[in-house]
Every structure is written in C-alpha cells, then in structure tokens.
C-alpha cells in the first residue's frame, strides 16, 4: 500500500512538473555560441543544433548534448554546410522535458549575416545594407535581405524584404523600434541572423543620436585641423622657408643652349615654288598703228593679267627701220 502511493505520487509530479524555460541571450561570435541559462536550479541541461539552409533537418552538435556549460564551440558544423553557412539554436532539457528551442543571432557580418547600420528619422528608420555579398555575387536578386522590425521590448513579427537598403515607415515619433536581419535564397532562410539593433525615431527637428555622433566627430576634426595650422604658421614658418630653399631646383645656365640628341636634326626649309606666268600678243602688220591702250575686253573674253609696253622695229625705207609703241 506504502509503495503504491509513493508510485502515485511520482507519477503526479513528473506528469504535473513544467519543461524547464528557454535560455536566454544567445549569441555566435567568431563560431563561439553562449546563452544564459533562464533558470539557476540544478538539473538543466542544454543541446545545441545546426541545419543548413537547403534542409529542414535539425541536428545535434555532438560535443554539445545535454551538456551543462554555457557555451559551445560550432566551428564544426559549416564543414559540411554550403558557403559555410547554417542556423544555430539551442534549447534547455531537465529529466526528460525540452524547452521550446531558440535561435541564435550573429554580433558580427560577414558571409552568412548582413552587415547592418541605422539611420532614424521622424516617422522613419533606414535599414543600410549592402548587396555587395557572396550570396548576392552568385546568386543575383535571388538573395534579398528579410528586415524584422517592431517596438523595443516586443516580438519583431513584422519584417520587409529588399535586394538592399530598406525604409521602414509609418513608424511613431519618441518611441525606440529594433530590427533584425538575415539573407534569403529564394524564401528559404540562409545562415544566422544578425542580433537586434534598436535606435530611436526623433521627433520633427530633433537630431537622432547618429547625426551628433557625425556632428561632433566633424568639429573635433575641423578644431583640431585649425590648431595644427595655426601652430605650423606661428612656430615651424621660418622651418618651412628653410627647408625649401634648401630643396629648390636650379636651372643650369646652358639649358637651352644643349646640342640635339643624336639622331635629331632640325628640318631645313622647303624652297617655296612658283609658277612663271607670261603673255604672248601676235605682231601687228606693218605700218599698223596700235592705240595705246587696247579696248577694254568684252564679256566672253579673259583680261590679260597685266601689260608691257614694247618696242617693235620693221624694216622701212631709207630712212632706217620704222619703231612702233605697242602693249602685251
């Protein structure tokens, strides 16, 4: 009768005894995955599991089943994984009950995470992404990113896709919004998301934390720029004068007076060619007079160039020959 109750009641507890909670915090960095355990009561194991992204298969690390610790080494399971890139997750285990298993996100890009940054605006929060990645590189537009996004401290269930940046609107001023990405092949989920980042939406007017980042960086550089100068003219202009006269360059006296190179010749100059042009006019019979100047030529005729005056002898009588005046 005694053992029969005690039967009973183990049977109640372990029936009535709640699976133990879900870790918490869990992150891979560089192939090291920690969590923090949800609950310090002794008995809690964890397992961690891996799949790739062309598989729905989850199978266990062998070094880390049910293994007390709170970290493991996952170097091992992108062996066999395409590009290297799997999901991670881990789930706590106590006399024979799990907790329900969660995911692990990546604190660094790389080849299997997005790199990520923020920029907020009033009603807005831009997601930068590149598209300059090794899935994009092979696979084109088949790679899109896949944004989660939602309030701080709530579950980010609602997401948005993009081959690169993407704009989130419609988003309330004052409140702080988190976001979370991973790399898509097709539909299907490629390697570890990236851990969530949360960045405030300011309100109309206000900078958000990154533009005074950029501010003050900007005015720390243009100060200390300022001082720099003003030192070097105050105390180093005589070292500078110093210095370049000592490095100046001078020209040797005969610079232009050098012979050629051999085999450089100067080209003597072409003569200048010409053509001889001359007139010839037919003889006049004679005793013919020509007037001293001829009619000027008709339409249809070409005017000669220019005109000569010439004197022509004719044999005469005895009086000597006969000397006419003409024009060619």
Known sequence: MFLTVLCLQFIVKVLSEAPPAPPQNIHVDRWLMTWTPATEA??????????????????????????????CDVAST????????????????????????????????????????????????????????????????????????????????????????????????GRRYCTQVRYLYFSDPVGLPSCPRCELIPESGKPSGQ?????????????????????????????????????????PEDFLLEPFPDGHHLAAACEERYDVISCVSPREPAGARRPLLDPPPSAGDVAPSFLLPVLDSEPGGEDGPETSMGWR
Not at 44 to 67: I, L
Not at 113 to 121: D, G, I, K
Not at 218 to 243: M, N, P
Request: glycine share 8%; proline share 4%; aromatic share 8%.
């Open 42 to 71: 002794g008995g809690v194991t964890h397992t961690v599991q891996y799949s790739s992204f062309d598989s729905n298969v989850w199978t266990d690390v062998p070094s880390c089943v049910r293994t007390p610790a709170s970290e």
């Open 78 to 173: 992108q062996s066999g994984a395409e590009h290297g890139c799997v999901m991670l997750r881990v789930r706590a285990e106590r006399r024979g009950l799990t907790s329900v298993p969660v995911e692990a996100c990546s604190r660094h890009g790389g080849g299997c995470t997005p790199e990520v940054s923020l920029t907020a605006r009033p009603g807005y929060l831009t997601v930068h992404l590149s598209r300059n990645h090794s899935l994009a590189r092979e696979h084109a537009d088949h790679a899109k990113h896949r944004v989660y996004y939602g309030r701080e401290g709530e579950p980010l269930r609602e997401f948005k896709e993009g081959v690169a940046s993407v704009t989130i609107e419609g988003l309330q001023v």
């Open 211 to 251: 533009t005074w980042i950029i501010l003050t960086v900007a005015l720390f550089f243009l100060a200390t720029l300022s001082v720099g100068i003003a030192y070097v003219l105050a105390f180093r202009c005589g070292s500078i004068k110093q210095f370049l006269r000592e490095t100046r360059y001078h020209i």
